[in-house]
């Protein structure tokens, strides 16, 4: 079955970097879009990044434009979000996802999600 493990959260201070990481299995890595969506406390769960499988286009969400970086190594069937210049607003649980078609910027696009990697960015 598919399974994405993501890693890398933690408590950080405002301004610090982290790269959270996303392991694949049981799917066509090099084939499927992937992306990062969060969720923080009361909200809905919001795009962040992707990165699509055939060219490697990323797409963002503007408020973490400059900031956030998606890449994929489908070598290590493994992509990752490197964050820079945390923000307090970036607190969230930061979610894995493989897409299954549709629009990379929607949760209903996505067919899989992993378990969530918490990430706390205090100031």
């Known amino acids: 079955q598919v399974q994405l493990v993501e890693s890398g959260g933690g408590l950080v201070q405002a301004g610090d970097s982290l790269r959270l990481s996303c392991a694949a299995s049981?799917?066509?890595?090099?084939?499927?879009?992937m992306g990062w969506f969060r969720q923080a406390p009361g909200k809905e769960r919001e795009f962040v990044a992707a990165i699509g499988w055939s060219h490697g286009r990323t797409y963002n969400v503007g408020s973490v434009q400059g900031r956030f970086t998606i890449s994929r190594d489908n070598a290590m069937n493994t992509v990752y979000l490197q964050v820079n210049n945390l923000k307090p607003e970036d607190t969230a649980v930061y979610y894995c996802?493989?897409?299954?078609?549709?629009?990379?910027?929607?949760?209903?696009?996505?067919?899989?999600w992993g378990q969530g990697t918490q990430v706390t960015v205090s100031s």
């Open positions: 049981g799917l066509s890595f090099s084939r499927t879009a």
């Open positions: 996802a493989a897409y299954s078609g549709g629009s990379y910027y929607l949760a209903s696009s996505v067919g899989y």
